[in-house]
């Protein structure tokens, strides 16, 4: 972006504003210079008319406290928290060359290479391992809310994830907290039944307004990671946040490997279904037990043989007229049938506008990168009231064993008798030649017959 006429930190003393990065519907994100030291840095600012708003001034607080406290290679560090001398509200985090991991799977085609996938997903998973024990829930878990950052950036690393954007983050009762070390609660918790996050990346409870806990956050990371495999969402043909809220609620998702962007062995298909589970408690149970399934996983597929580029991939598995068949756990993952999803006020990420923006597009709460550094503009104040309307009851997901629904077989077709019947033309031409002799011989007969008869 271009240069500043102004710098909204004039008079700190602190740090100066080199240019704009990006801004949201909750605040501006600069890149910045530490007054002292000459470092880069990346400030965030609440914006100037909401710095009178205690709730939005105590979401920036705990965003910076839970990006401070939890001190994790994989969660974007803060390093300070303050106002400006007009009184707005902002804090400061580390300088990050790259670019988000949506920007990341664009550059590629849409598709990351599997190995590096599970990688990045893993070290994503490691940050909310330690966001979970410290009792916070992110709630906005997204490919533009994960950032990848350049080479280099970290001796030793190869490539370096880091979580941004915590301010839509939810303290559970009795977890973390100041005292264990961890950010303070909100001093106004958000209502039961207002849906914040983004609707692609919904967990099925977080879209229906319920009480959420960690697992909603494993919901979003085996999106993600479906998105990076699949180069796109399960959902992705619904086009308004009712049908897409529906979708998490009552479809089951097919295997990404029904899209065969790339060859995805059938351990990794399982796992990232599990991790989209309908219900909590048919999901991987913690942040570390789904990154130690994909260690797993990646650690046989650096011990298999590579594929043939020419061999086959398997067979894509056949929609039923409700969905796809499923088994074990995903059948029961499914829910009663006739869910419906309850009216909410939607927060965060995207915009509840009538229609949804394409998937990994930032909405006006999503982050901003510029020029190669980070910058997220935060969490939006909250958008006014779209409230999904309840459903009709819709048909029962498929039960463990159901049959496969496809095509009817063809039937045989019966043989052309006519083509028994037909002559080849060389016996046409004989059959012809034969009825003609035939006929003068009968002709000559039949003259001397009347010549004899006459002489009589």
Known sequence: MSQLTYDPLEGSGKYKILRELGRGGMGEVFLGEHASLGSKVVVKLLHAELSDKSNLVDRMRLEA???ARLNHPNIVRVTDFDRTPSGRPYFVMEYLPGQSLADEAEAAGGVLPLAKSLD???????GLSVAHAAGLVHRDIKLDNLFVCAAGTQPG?????KILDFGVAKVLDGGGGSDAGG??????????????GTPRFFAPEQARGKKLDHRADIYAMGLVLYTLLAGRGPFDDATTVMEMAKAHVLTVPPPPSHYQRLPIP?????????AVAKRPEDRFQSAREFADELKRIAASLAQAPAASPSQPLAPMTAPTSVGYPATGALAAAAGPA???VTGANVTGGEAPTERLQPAGHTGHGGHATGHGATGHSGSSPGYPAA????????PEPPRAGATQLGPAPM?????DRSSSLEIPPQQKRYSVGVVGVVMVLGAMVGAALALLIQRL
């Open 157 to 161: 690393v190869d490539q370096l994830l």
């Open 411 to 415: 039937p045989t077709p019966l043989p």
């Open 266 to 274: 059938p351990a990794l298909d399982q796992a990232v279904l599990r």
């Open 338 to 340: 006739g869910a419906n």
């Open 387 to 394: 409230p999904l309307a309840p459903t009709a009851p819709l």
């Open 120 to 126: 990045l997903v893993v070290q994503a998973l490691e």
């Open 65 to 67: 406290q839970a990006c």
């Open 183 to 196: 950010p303070a609660p909100l001093m106004v918790p958000t209502g039961t039944g207002v849906v914040v």
